[in-house]
T-cell receptor
Framework: SQQGEEDPQALSIQEGENATMNCSYKTSINNLQWYRQNSGRGLVHLILIRSNEREKHSGRLRVTLDTSKKSSSLLITASRAADTASYFCATDKGRSGGSYIPTFGRGTSLIVHP | DSGVTQTPKHLITATGQRVTLRCSPRSGDLSVYWYQQSLDQGLQFLIQYYNGEERAKGNILERFSAQQFPDLHSELNLSSLELGDSALYFC????????????FGSGTRLTVV
């Protein structure tokens, strides 16, 4: 099973509204990252939050991390049609042969209607 | 352009065939990761190389193999292809400090017919 699981699987909103996506994970982490993927394209790194951080901002993005609940949320404020994409959380699953391996959930598909 | 180059972008081949996917990491990155993305399995980690050596293995089939060359580019070899191998294959690279995230290529879409 996936280390990170995003919720909801799909989200449909109107332009200007806020979009909130959640990610839950199972084991302890070093950091948690959020990525965006436009249809059929590569993943683009959005933001990284370390395990000792609780909140982080980048432009219209706000990420929170609750290590006690093993969960994170990504908030996109004042959404735009161009924000339509799939959003993935990734955790460093843990060391494997000396490496931290980024492990992804199945993603949240966000549709922003103009 | 992310700095990670993957070729080819599209590949159509028949069952039983063998293909090679190529990845050039972002300049200065020593680690290369390969992922397979399909609708039913999501994004699955296959294998990681660091400076020419295999570092970690994920859900990689025995029919698949990879290597990283001295110039740090990597190749993923898929053999005895089956219909179920149709997917997007991504490579990502990172530097020594993974706290800055991973840079993904635009992927190779493999269709097995």
């Amino acid at each position: 099973s996936q280390q990170g699981e995003e919720d909801p699987q799909a989200l449909s909103i109107q332009e200007g509204e806020n979009a909130t996506m959640n990610c839950s994970y199972k084991t302890s982490i070093n950091n948690l990252q959020w990525y965006r993927q436009n249809s059929g394209r590569g993943l683009v790194h959005l933001i990284l939050i370390r395990s000792n951080e609780r909140e982080k901002h980048s432009g219209r993005l706000r990420v929170t991390l609750d290590t006690s609940k093993k969960s994170s949320s990504l908030l996109i404020t004042a959404s735009r049609a161009a924000d339509t994409a799939s959003y993935f959380c990734a955790t460093d699953k843990g060391r494997s042969g000396g490496s931290y391996i980024p492990t992804f959930g199945r993603g949240t598909s966000l549709i922003v209607h103009p | 352009d992310s700095g990670v180059t993957q070729t080819p972008k599209h590949l159509i081949t028949a069952t039983g065939q063998r293909v090679t996917l190529r990845c050039s990491p972002r300049s200065g990155d020593l680690s290369v990761y390969w992922y397979q993305q399909s609708l039913d399995q999501g994004l699955q980690f296959l294998i990681q190389y660091y400076n020419g050596e295999e570092r970690a293995k994920g859900n990689i089939l025995e029919r698949f193999s990879a290597q990283q060359f001295p110039d740090l580019h990597s190749e993923l070899n898929l053999s005895s292809l089956e219909l179920g191998d149709s997917a997007l294959y991504f490579c990502a690279s990172s530097g020594t400090k993974t706290n800055y995230g991973y840079t993904f290529g635009s992927g190779t879409r493999l269709t097995v017919v």
